[in-house]
């Protein structure tokens, strides 16, 4: 049995993949913002385990991990957990950078920095739900954008550097899927949102598990997704 610890969890395409994963008897580790949070996830997922920690203050995560249990054993980290903000350039605050740079990237990076010798044991995987602004950014997507583009540097050097201890590293680039996130940024656009025009998460949560259950002899690196026709 698997153990997966996943960022995310609580909706939209982390929701979907942890559904899955914890139907087919997969052993869970569900990341929260907050202890409120872990509780709210651990009812959706029942013998799920929950760790709390906030990734929009990923100096604090070292500290808060060490209060907690961590598992023995993890198979794949899986980050699904985001943050947006649109806007353009010249209207963009430092405090709306710094968040989503913030929950997007450093806090992922601190929590892969923190995780990497128990995947480094198992022989694990490390998945980053990017998103095609990791790809190419348009006007008022600056640091969502840049915080994708990072995450997917932050990939390419990780799969690199943990190529020697049998860490697989991929990265998933949806594009607009049907999500509470999608409905929001929806909201800032000023358009009206319909869930059916855009990706289902179940068919991001599948893409993510032909990563993860893919033979050791092969490894997923760059996937994009896009809407179909």
Known sequence: MAVHLITGAGSGIGAALARRLHDRGDELVLMARDAGRAREIAVQFPGASTLVGDLSQPGRLSW????????????????????????????????LWEQQLAVNLIGPAELTRQLLPVLRVSRGQVVFVNSGAGLRAHAEWSAYAASKHGLKALADALRDEEAEHGVRVSSIFPGRTATP??????????????????????????????ALDLPRDAQITDLSVRPGV
């Open 181 to 210: 996130m999608q409905e929001r940024v929806h909201h800032q656009e000023g358009n009206e949102y319909h869930a059916e025009r855009f990706i289902d998460p179940e068919s991001v949560a599948t893409t993510i598990l032909t």
């Open 64 to 95: 808060a991990l060490s209060k907690q249990h961590l598992p023995g054993r993890i198979d794949s980290l899986v980050h699904v957990a985001g943050v947006v903000d649109l806007g353009r350039v010249a209207d963009l605050s430092p405090a």
